[in-house]
């Protein structure tokens, strides 16, 4: 019941001069994405600012994906809220409207307990059928996902398969895969990590860096998968800088500002999420030069 194998993107949300969703500029993007060999799409995320959209937003946002993409590689919704009742609607909408998994972030705020954890995904995987990642980013959420947990979970509900991991501890991921028996689909949620978590048997990474470099990033995971670890690690480390300078602040503000300097025209972003500072912006359109990435602002 895997979703995909490879690189996703955890896809931008574009915005129009007055702040609304520029859905016109969206499908351009998805378009791009799909021409350069991204494997799936991950919509409404935490790069696409999911937490200021309203769910008519949101849930537009999931139905122009799903339209544009017409099957051609899998679109992943993210659908996670602090309430499960609201996390169970949106996943029946993007169910509604032809996404092939759902991406549910832990319930931030509130900081269940692992009992907790376990009873809102199951609550949530309960009311549809497609299948379901877990996300665990306890630096947005404060709450971590323990090990154990994600492994009970994968194997208790048929249609939860896999996390992404975003906690930057390979220490974790490696219990994590220890305690799997292959029961759990392993995304890196971390750009400068991905050859790291493939080497624990990871399928893939869900990907900020995808939304500039697709086919690169793609390539770091297809060389790996095709035995030709030197090539993904080469590409890993050519692109470290790049990576730490488009995390030199709160993603998905360095994003924004990467695709803008490429002439993308995504837009702003939506309060409290503000312009990059200017010494940041000029040190990533520097590494961005380096990476042989072409500017046109």
């Known amino acids: 019941m895997s979703i995909f194998t490879g690189a996703g993107v955890a896809l931008i949300t574009p915005m129009n001069t007055d702040g609304s969703v520029n859905y016109s500029k969206l499908e351009e ?11 799936a799409i991950i919509i409404c995320g935490t ?41 169970i609607y949106l996943s029946k909408e993007a169910q509604k409207w032809g996404a092939d998994g759902l991406l549910l972030v832990t319930p931030y705020y509130n900081k269940a307990t692992q009992n907790g954890l376990k009873a809102h995904y199951k609550a949530v995987a309960k009311e549809v059928d497609i299948p379901i990642l877990l996300y665990n980013v306890p630096s947005r959420t404060g709450t971590t996902i323990a090990p ?43 750009d400068d990590q991905i050859t790291a978590v493939l080497s624990l048997g990871g399928k893939g990474v869900i990907s900020v860096l995808s939304n500039i470099l697709p086919k690169e990033t793609h390539d770091i995971v297809a060389s790996y998968l095709s035995g030709d670890v030197n090539t993904s690690k080469e590409l890993q480390l050519k692109y470290f800088a790049l990576v730490k ?53």
């Open 29 to 39: 993007i998805l378009e791009f994405q799909i021409a350069n060999s991204t494997d």
């Open 148 to 190: 154990k947990t994600i492994v009970d979970l994968c194997k208790e509900v048929p249609n939860i398969v896999g996390v992404k991991d975003a906690t930057g501890n390979i220490s974790e991921v490696a219990e994590v895969m220890s305690l799997a028996e292959g029961a759990v689909d392993l995304y890196s949620g971390n």
């Open 245 to 297: 300078a488009i995390f030199s602040e709160v993603n998905p503000i360095p994003i924004k500002k990467a695709m803008n300097l490429m002439g993308m025209e995504v837009g702003s972003l939506r309060l409290p999420l503000t312009e990059m500072e200017e010494a940041n912006a000029k040190a990533l359109a520097e590494e961005m030069k380096k990476a042989g990435i072409e500017l046109k602002q």
């Open 47 to 87: 790069t696409g600012e999911a937490s200021t959209l309203s769910d008519e937003e949101h849930l537009e946002c999931i139905r122009v994906a799903c339209a544009v993409t017409k099957k051609r590689i899998p679109v992943i919704a993210g659908t996670g809220s602090n309430c499960t009742e609201s996390a």
